[in-house]
């Protein structure tokens, strides 16, 4: 049902992904500068070298650097066994703090070093999060504006869940999903939109 669905919806997420139909300017702004972006950034040899090593695509490992480069926080989490992931976030700033989150301790010395920061969080299956802590976890990043970016959807529900999850739980911001990779961005500044993109 769900590639028969994607097959259904295929025009309207191209026509997305080029900026046909959207109206806001964040949102129009973020997908064609930093979705969509098709230039090479000079991190690009390491993040592809790393993705390669890793369970995870180059396009993928491209795109958390991206969003990671663009919203640029001092402290950033990750709650995922993955080397790509932690190369991608690295390459953003030499300043930036890169925090494993593997238990709940280590989540809550995580959102205290952060302090009054947007917190940033890059989440995959791999992450030795149960499922309850892990939403728990995206739930307060969710309440204290911050940036979640779920990875390698594609490949396991446990993903998936969660950002239906997200999605659910979201009064205002921005959700952005091509079905293997969400951005989800809490903004109390920002209207409450979904965007199924093709990238």
Known sequence: MKAL??????FNRYRRSRGFGVHSPFAYYFI???????????????????????????????????????????VMMVAAENAAAMTALQSVASAATIC????????????AAIGDNRPFLYVDPSSLLGDDELKSLVTDI?????????????????SRRLFN???????????????????????????????SLWF
């Open 165 to 195: 999850d997200v999605e659910t739980a979201m009064k205002r911001g921005m959700t952005f999903s091509n079905g293997t990779t969400a951005v989800v961005i809490s903004d109390d500044k920002l209207p409450r939109q979904r965007f």
């Open 5 to 10: 669905s994607l097959y259904l919806t295929s």
């Open 142 to 158: 969710i309440a204290r504006q911050g940036i979640v970016v779920i990875g390698r959807m594609k490949r396991c529900n446990r």
């Open 32 to 74: 064609k500068r930093v979705i969509k972006e098709h230039c090479g950034y000079y991190s690009y040899p390491v993040i592809n070298r790393a993705a390669d090593r890793a369970d995870m695509s180059r396009s993928e490992a491209r795109l958390l650097f991206r969003v990671a480069n663009y919203f640029n926080q001092p």
């Open 100 to 111: 494993h989150v593997g238990s709940v301790d280590d989540g809550m010395r995580s959102m």
